[in-house]
């Protein structure tokens, strides 16, 4: 099994890679700043994706999992959302996971993959108790994004909330460790199959309201 992970410098990206290599999988892990053998992606530079297609030529992908992501108006108030952080955010956490989606097809087809985007709950239509505008719909966004592409391609796509997490975003107060929250993913991406595609879920199993 080849899995490939996105921002696997820090925080739940880089414990995704040691639970895959601790299973013995073969786990690439990428990063705007590679090192440690991380391979390098910056997933808001476009220019980037063909050498990531090039480096995947003869790759049989089992997992492509799109964690990447910003939360770049975390504390903001609605007079402080300029349209720069508005532009970073979606980048980062919409066209940053198409694109990386889109370079790594022809891997995923050869190895009959699966697609994971970590969304947030905080993506929920139905649970929308206003603030975090940019983070929350950015996240949306890459909700349905998953949503539409579960139904274009014959590759399961889900669509993750990985509870929230002791890392950099989720502040040492927040509810779960970083192990209990890749132990949940690693068993949610085993359970994805073409008849759970576009399945919006936490870690713990619990189906989320769209
Ligand atoms: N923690 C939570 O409670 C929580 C809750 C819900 C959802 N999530 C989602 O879970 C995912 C991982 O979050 P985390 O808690 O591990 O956050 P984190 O500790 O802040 O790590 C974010 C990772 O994304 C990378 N990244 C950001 N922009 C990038 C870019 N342009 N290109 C490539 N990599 C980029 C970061 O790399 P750099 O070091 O270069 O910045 C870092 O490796 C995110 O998508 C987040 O939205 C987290």
């Known amino acids: 099994m080849t899995v490939l992970i996105t921002g696997a410098n820090r925080g739940i990206g880089a414990a995704l890679v040691s639970a895959y290599a601790a299973r013995g999988e073969t786990a690439i892990g990428t990063a705007r700043k590679s090192a440690n053998g991380l391979w390098p992606l910056d997933v808001t530079r476009p220019e980037e994706f063909a050498a990531l297609t090039d480096r995947l030529a003869t790759t049989d992908l089992s ?4 964690n990447a992501g910003i939360y770049s108006d975390k504390g903001r108030t609605i007079d402080d959302l300029e349209p720069e952080i508005w532009a970073e955010a979606y980048a980062t956490n919409v066209t940053g996971a198409f694109l990386t989606i889109r370079a790594c097809l022809p891997a995923l087809r050869r190895g ?3 697609i994971a985007l ?3 709950a905080m993506a929920s239509d139905a649970r929308a108790p206003g603030g975090a505008y940019i983070y929350r719909s950015s996240k949306a966004a890459l909700l ?3 949503r539409n592409l579960a139904k274009d391609l014959e590759i399961p796509v889900g669509i993750y909330h990985p509870g929230w997490v002791q890392t950099d975003m989720g502040g040492a107060g927040a509810d779960i ?3 209990q929250a890749v132990d949940g993913l690693v068993a949610r991406f085993d359970e994805l199959s073409p008849q759970t595609t576009g399945i919006f879920q936490s870690y713990d199993g619990t189906t989320i309201p769209f």
């Open 177 to 179: 460790t970083v192990d």
């Open 112 to 114: 009959k993959g699966k």
């Open 63 to 66: 997992l492509l999992v799109c």
């Open 118 to 120: 970590i969304s947030s």
């Open 144 to 146: 349905n994004l998953g």
